[in-house]
């Protein structure tokens, strides 16, 4: 079945500071992965993803996401966080297709000013 | 650009009453979804949907949940009879086709059973 672990619940960092947040998923096949942001009680938006190619994927709002297949990661970083970066952040695996995406706990990202 | 609209953004009601959430996914989309957030806890997979019937339910959907596409536009939830532990942010989300893997979410509708 598939799975995804976000280990940090919640990151702090100073803002111009660099951000990475782990992602590590349990997939049988190569898997669609995901990043989506959540800012407080609003939607999920989708920073980024990966179906194939080039690992190193770049999203919205200078983030980028680097998939390893010898890890099962797909770790979000950025190379200088903003006040406004301060959201949930959800990594997500899918199969493609008509299948669901599963979610990670999240990681509430707090930023220092 | 194209989203996914979801009414009503809250509502509140009594344990035991009937509930429809209401979603208009994006107009070309095929693939339709709820998913469920209680408050601080994980986004969870409730349900999908396409060609009128659904394609996978979790655990969580159980005989109090339905889902329709009654009109060809709106994808309602439909929760029979409510219970306080249904209480949470629930969202709807659409995908284009068979080779996108990218669900497009809706900002949620809170639900608060009291």
């Known amino acids: 079945a598939q799975s995804v672990t976000q280990p940090d619940i919640h990151i702090t960092v100073s803002e111009g500071a660099s951000l990475e947040l782990r992602c590590n998923y349990s997939y049988g096949a190569t898997p669609y992965l995901f990043w989506y942001v959540q800012s407080p009680g609003q939607g999920l938006q989708l920073l980024l993803k990966?179906?194939?190619?080039?690992?190193l994927v770049q999203g919205i709002k200078g983030f980028e996401a680097e998939f390893k297949r010898s890890q099962s990661s797909f770790n979000l970083r950025k190379p200088s966080v903003h006040w406004s970066d301060a959201a949930e952040y959800f990594c997500?695996?899918?199969?493609?297709?008509?299948?669901?995406?599963?979610f990670g706990k999240g990681t509430r990202l707090h930023i220092l000013p | 650009e194209p989203e996914v609209t979801q009414t009503p953004s809250h509502q509140v009601t009594q344990m035991g009453q009937e509930v429809i959430l209401r979603c208009v996914p994006i107009?070309?989309?095929?693939?339709f979804y709820w998913y469920r957030q209680i408050l601080g806890q994980k986004v969870e997979f409730l349900v999908s949907?396409?060609?009128?019937?659904?394609?996978?339910k979790s655990e969580i959907f159980d005989d109090q949940f339905s889902v329709e596409r009654p009109d060809g536009s709106n994808f309602t939830l439909k929760i029979r009879s409510t219970k306080l532990e249904d209480s949470a942010m629930y969202f709807c989300?659409?995908?284009?086709?068979?080779?996108?893997?990218?669900?497009?979410f809706g900002e949620g509708s809170r639900l608060t059973v009291l």
């Open positions: 997500a695996v899918g199969a493609g297709g008509d299948d669901k995406i599963i």
């Open positions: 949907f396409y060609n009128n019937e659904i394609s996978e």
């Open positions: 990966y179906f194939s190619g080039d690992t």
């Open positions: 107009s070309n989309h095929l693939y």
């Open positions: 989300a659409s995908k284009e086709g068979v080779n996108t893997g990218e669900l497009f």
